[in-house]
């Protein structure tokens, strides 16, 4: 299996930026498609980002899309979440998630992830 541990989550104003990361265990970090998923209090679960094994055809969601950037080194075992313009309501706790499916049209689904991080915790303040 593989192990995630990300970070630099923090205290942020309305407007700055922040980048998150995710550090994975072992050797195989290219054969996971990774995603990053967001939870605020009370909300559910939802996806924020998602990129492919090579680092292509990243998809994000509507809410953050053209503030966001997925990217990924695999020399690294490494996925990063680039976070600009933020808003308030992009405060939440952040996690990384792995999964090795080949079914595509399910990256954008939780259940799909058998692996997750403990979650780093995004504060914008306004």
């Known amino acids: 299996q593989v192990q995630l541990v990300e970070s630099g989550g923090g205290l942020v104003q309305a407007g700055g930026s922040l980048r998150l990361s995710c550090a994975a265990s072992?050797?195989?970090?290219?054969?996971?498609?990774m995603a990053w998923f967001r939870q605020a209090p009370g909300k559910a679960r939802e996806v924020v980002a998602t990129?492919?094994?090579?680092?292509?055809?990243?998809y994000y969601a509507d809410s953050v899309k053209g503030r966001f950037t997925i990217f990924r080194d695999n020399a690294k075992n490494t996925v990063y979440l680039q976070m600009n313009s933020l808003k308030p309501e992009d405060t939440a706790v952040y996690a990384c998630?792995?999964?090795?499916?080949?079914?595509?049209?399910?990256?954008?689904?939780?259940?799909?992830?058998?692996?997750w991080g403990q979650g780093t915790q995004v504060t914008v303040s306004s």
């Open positions: 998630a792995a999964t090795q499916s080949s079914f595509s049209s399910t990256y954008t689904d939780t259940r799909t992830y058998k692996y």
């Open positions: 072992g050797r195989t970090f290219s054969s996971y498609v």
């Open positions: 990129i492919s094994r090579t680092g292509g055809s990243p």
